[in-house]
């Protein structure tokens, strides 16, 4: 009796032992990193931001920039952004003159999403042999996700969230990282040539309304 108590006593604390190595390990991965070290940004202006919208409405029924805001928003009833397309409504903003095939490349921005924005897209990196785009940042239920899944971070409504994404091309690697915080690390989807968008594009289980405002867009390259 004596020694399968202290069995059972043995098994609890390897336990207890196993879970606060899951958590210390955990607390490692969610430290602050200076993702931009290393990096040197390229010059960017208006000219750099070229809007795709509904082909049908003008720009500024479904865009605003006012005092360094990017405000973009687009209904599920919308149209594509050219005729003929078969994708769904988007409002977005591709970064024009630095698509990239090769080296480490970074977007930075400071997104807010208003609650009952979901199921939409509100940051991507185009091209992909595999699949057209080679990351999604995807807002669901008030939550930020990788595609549909896994959930990278959760409360996200009503809040200014900082966002950086870094894709190595040569190493097929893309890493997520929402207020310094490492959320996401795989692989990429090949392709040839790449670039950074952001905006609203709706996706599976959209909402009536999809609505994100972004600041501080940067882009970089590693050095």
Not at 176 to 191: F, K, V
Request: a positive charge.
């Amino acid at each position: 009796m004596l020694a399968l108590k202290m069995a059972f006593i043995g098994l609890v604390s390897l336990l207890c032992v196993n879970l606060i190595s899951q958590l210390i390990s955990f607390e490692a991965s969610a430290q602050i990193v200076d993702t931009l070290q290393g990096f040197t940004p390229v010059p960017l202006s208006q000219s750099n931001f070229e809007l795709h919208k509904p082909y049908d409405v003008a720009a500024n029924d479904r865009y605003s920039f006012s005092n360094g805001e990017h405000r973009l928003w687009v209904y599920s009833t919308d149209k594509p952004h050219y005729q003929g397309s078969t994708t769904k409504p988007r409002t977005e903003i591709k970064i024009r003159g630095y698509d990239y095939s090769s080296g480490v490349w970074q977007f930075e921005g400071y997104v807010y999403v208003p609650s009952g924005t979901t199921g939409v897209c509100i940051m991507q990196t185009f091209g992909g042999s595999s699949r057209a785009t080679t990351m999604m940042l995807r807002v669901y239920g008030g939550s930020f996700t990788y595609y549909r899944s896994p959930v990278l971070l959760s409360n996200v409504y009503n809040k200014w969230i900082r966002v950086n994404v870094i894709h190595d091309v040569g190493a097929s690697n893309v890493k997520i990282y929402l207020n310094q915080q490492l959320r996401y690390e795989g692989a990429g989807a090949g392709g040839s040539s790449h670039y950074f968008k952001f905006g609203v594009y709706a996706q599976n289980d959209e909402s009536n309304y999809m609505e994100s405002r972004w600041v501080g867009i940067k882009v970089l390259r590693k050095n």
